[in-house]
């Protein structure tokens, strides 16, 4: 049986992770120190004999007993308010997490798997966005914290790799969502959609001529479990290419959520928001054999249930 280290596992992406490599057999070990994440997300895992959780912060030293195949390293907060509240804490998880993983991958011989993100190629001059183009990020704006924690974690795993030979694969996550995201996370999938349910107005930021393209949780996941079963060691994206402004975008949650009670607010742009972002996934198709396959309306209609039901619980 193998085993595999997720950090972040009590995260929305982690959580869906943990589940996948229980599914295909692992033993999974989840860590979090539970800054952004929630034990809710993994606690129908407990019981299992093949998983175990640790508290704890993967910036400080990691190590766990016995033999380890792979890790994942997921840990981080990931939307925009959460790094402007924790900028030490994003900044270190990315640069200091990543170099203690590192050294476990090389102590216990693992492969390791990062998440990267969009956010490398900052507020991008190119179109959609392939893995080669090389971003244009501000170092010392507020996304900063994340974006060049990220781009120093890619240059850190790169460095492992060729200087101590150690395997490694990096994802480059684009906007991902479904179950288990986090309603209060400030993203504009579930402020919109808590938005709607309450029939509040939703918070267009800007003029909301802005895109981003919207990736199902179950497609980000299949692409991650694909590339670190491959033997590619350069950076991929994993997204879905379906663009959408996020005017058009906060429209469709209002008829979707189908309250015409809500219209749209507009507020002021975020500072460095970036203005197109869509992934070129033609990398991901060739060595992967990966694209995404569930479209935006039935994958919406999924993240919409379960946010019903949790407000339901709220309340
Ligand atoms: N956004 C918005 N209203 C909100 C939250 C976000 O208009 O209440 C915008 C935000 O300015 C950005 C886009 O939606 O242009 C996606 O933002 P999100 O925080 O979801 O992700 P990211 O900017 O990291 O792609």
Known sequence: ??????????????????????????RVIGMDNLITGSLENISHLFH??????????????????????????FASPASPIDYLEMPIQTLKVGSLGTHNLLGLAREKKSRLLIASTSEVYGDPLQHPQTEEYWGNVNPIGPRGVYDEAKRFQEAMTMAYHRY?????RIVRIFNTY????????????PAFISQALKGEDLTVFGDGSQTRSFCYVDDQVEGI??????????????????????????????????????????????????????????????????????????????????????????K
């Not at 479904?178 to 999938?189: E, Q, S, V």
């Not at 975008?249 to 460095?272: C, W, Y």
């Open 1 to 26: 049986m193998k085993t595999v280290l997720i950090t972040g596992a009590a995260g929305f992406l982690g959580s869906h992770l943990c589940d996948r490599f229980i599914e295909e057999g692992y």
């Open 48 to 73: 299992l004999e093949h998983f175990v959780f640790y508290h704890h912060d993967v910036s400080r030293f990691v190590h766990v007993p016995g033999k380890l195949d792979y890790i994942l390293h």
């Open 164 to 168: 101590h030979g150690l395997e490694t």
């Open 178 to 189: 479904g179950p288990r995201m986090r309603l209060r996370d400030g993203r504009a999938l």
């Open 225 to 314: 479990y694909r590339l670190l079963l491959s033997d590619y060691d350069l950076p991929v994206n994993i997204g879905n290419p379906e663009e959408i402004s996020i005017l058009d975008f906060a429209r469709e949650i209002i008829d979707l959520v189908g309250n015409h009670q809500s219209s749209i607010k507009f507020l002021p742009l975020p500072k460095d928001d970036p203005k197109q972002r869509r992934p070129d996934i033609k990398l991901a198709e060739k060595i992967l054999g990966w694209k995404p396959v569930v479209d935006r309306k039935s994958g919406l209609k999924t993240t919409l249930d379960y946010f019903k039901d949790k407000l339901s619980k709220l």
